[in-house]
């Protein structure tokens, strides 16, 4: 029998979107839960027999997709996460919205025994390739630590029991999860005046691709995968105070801020998310009932801006940046190494750069 326990899930970015590499560097991920599965179209026939019963259920097509959760930390999968979904490459220590398509291979290896003789009865495998990174939801609460989600959505899906040939697997690294108490500065800068001393009791960024699946005849599962207008939201509950009205009357005036927020780990390491152009779209200030604070519950869309972005800036449409910064060295983790390494060999490190690969 399998436990959830014993999950190891890995993704690889494709070069030829539907097709695992070659010899693939496999990518663990840090994950708390996951729902990839394939999810065929059927419909039952409507043939008519004297047994007046179904006769077939058919199969029209289908795709695979799900939801990766996770607790957020400074690591290499997450930062792939990010490339995928904001469909860009980092730039140095910085991500910006582009218009690359990315897709992944993603991998979840099931444990029956590792100690069973037929190697071929130790492991299940679930493969899914063409996989879109949709859109990620990143929240920060206090009292907890930073969660995730990203929403993956895919092509066909194939099932295994050993490694496919030439997989090397990196590790996820082991620096600590990000926490609420970590998220500081949470800035709101309107009419060029920074506020950054109200209590926000949770926070919500959302980016969203509205990616699509392409059917097409002679294929059973979707055969492409296409970016659409990509979207971020965040929402926030700010704790009102004598000057927040500054942000309700944004939103009677329709009037655009600037909105920075920063998540650091115990360690140092950190992303800053910076939008520099927000319109808040809905506040709403609601006595609940006794013995209750007010809230004013923000929702605020990012728009696309013309900001300089990098050592030596460029002027780049995109309605976020994100800049990290890696403190712990070498990052992430000192003793990284593919798990199916020999233990005396040390390998060099491995970043997020999908270009850079093991010798």
């Given at each position: 029998?399998?436990?959830?326990?014993?999950?190891?899930?890995?993704?690889?970015?494709?070069?030829?979107?539907?097709?695992?590499?070659?010899?693939?560097?496999?990518?663990?991920?840090?994950?708390?839960?996951?729902?990839?599965?394939?999810?065929?179209?059927?419909?039952?026939?409507?043939?008519?027999?004297?047994?007046?019963?179904?006769?077939?259920?058919?199969?029209?097509?289908?795709?695979?997709?799900?939801?990766?959760?996770?607790?957020?930390?400074?690591?290499?999968?997450?930062?792939?996460?990010?490339?995928?979904?904001?469909?860009?490459?980092?730039?140095?220590?910085?991500?910006?919205?582009?218009?690359?398509?990315?897709?992944?291979?993603?991998?979840?290896?099931?444990?029956?025994?590792?100690?069973?003789?037929?190697?071929?009865?130790?492991?299940?495998?679930?493969?899914?390739?063409?996989?879109?990174?949709?859109?990620?939801?990143?929240?920060?609460?206090?009292?907890?630590?930073?969660?995730?989600?990203?929403?993956?959505l895919g092509g066909a899906m194939s099932r295994d029991e050993q490694d496919l040939a030439g997989a090397t697997y990196l590790e996820a690294g082991?620096?600590?999860?990000?926490?609420?108490?970590?998220?500081?500065?949470?800035?709101?800068?309107?009419?060029?005046?920074?506020?950054?001393?109200?209590?926000?009791?949770?926070?919500?960024?959302?980016?969203?691709?509205?990616?699509?699946?392409?059917?097409?005849?002679?294929?059973?599962?979707?055969?492409?995968?296409?970016?659409?207008?990509?979207?971020?939201?965040?929402?926030?509950?700010?704790?009102?105070?004598?000057?927040?009205?500054?942000?309700?009357?944004?939103?009677?005036?329709?009037?655009?801020?600037?909105?920075?927020?920063?998540?650091?780990?115990?360690?140092?390491?950190?992303?800053?998310?910076?939008?520099?152009?927000?319109?808040?779209?809905?506040?709403?200030?609601?006595?609940?009932?006794?013995?209750?604070?007010?809230?004013?519950?923000?929702?605020?869309?990012?728009?696309?801006?013309?900001?300089?972005?990098?050592?030596?800036?460029?002027?780049?449409?995109?309605?976020?940046?994100?800049?990290?910064?890696?403190?712990?060295?070498?990052?992430?983790?000192?003793?990284?190494?593919?798990?199916?390494?020999?233990?005396?060999?040390?390998?060099?490190?491995?970043?997020?750069?999908?270009?850079?690969?093991?010798?």
């Amino acid at each position: 029998m399998a436990s959830a326990d014993l999950l190891r899930l890995a993704i690889v970015r494709e070069t030829t979107p539907g097709v695992t590499p070659a010899n693939p560097a496999f990518q663990l991920l840090r994950v708390t839960s996951e729902s990839l599965a394939y999810q065929p179209d059927t419909q039952l026939s409507n043939e008519l027999n004297p047994a007046r019963q179904v006769t077939d259920v058919i199969v029209t097509g289908g795709q695979s997709g799900g939801d990766v959760a996770y607790e957020i930390s400074s690591n290499p999968g997450f930062e792939m996460l990010l490339e995928g979904c904001l469909a860009n490459l980092w730039a140095g220590d910085q991500l910006t919205v582009g218009n690359k398509l990315f897709t992944h291979t993603l991998e979840k290896r099931f444990t029956f025994d590792e100690a069973d003789p037929d190697p071929l009865a130790r492991y299940e495998f679930n493969r899914f390739v063409r996989g879109l990174v949709d859109s990620m939801a990143l929240t920060f609460s206090p009292g907890g630590p930073a969660t995730g989600t990203s929403t993956i959505l895919g092509g066909a899906m194939s099932r295994d029991e050993q490694d496919l040939a030439g997989a090397t697997y990196l590790e996820a690294g082991k620096l600590p999860v990000m926490v609420g108490a970590g998220v500081l500065p949470v800035v709101f800068t309107v009419e060029g005046t920074d506020y950054q001393a109200w209590c926000v009791s949770n926070l919500v960024i959302n980016f969203r691709n509205n990616g699509r699946a392409i059917a097409c005849l002679g294929q059973d599962a979707a055969s492409q995968v296409v970016l659409g207008r990509f979207e971020c939201e965040i929402t926030a509950d700010v704790y009102l105070e004598k000057d927040t009205d500054v942000l309700m009357d944004a939103f009677i005036e329709r009037q655009e801020i600037a909105f920075s927020v920063t998540v650091a780990d115990s360690l140092g390491n950190s992303y800053q998310f910076d939008f520099s152009r927000v319109r808040v779209s809905a506040a709403t200030e609601v006595a609940s009932g006794t013995n209750q604070d007010v809230i004013l519950s923000l929702t605020m869309q990012a728009l696309v801006d013309t900001v300089p972005v990098g050592v030596v800036p460029v002027d780049t449409d995109t309605c976020v940046v994100i800049t990290r910064e890696h403190v712990t060295d070498p990052w992430p983790d000192p003793d990284a190494l593919p798990l199916d390494a020999p233990l005396a060999v040390k390998l060099p490190q491995q970043f997020a750069d999908p270009d850079k690969v093991l010798p």
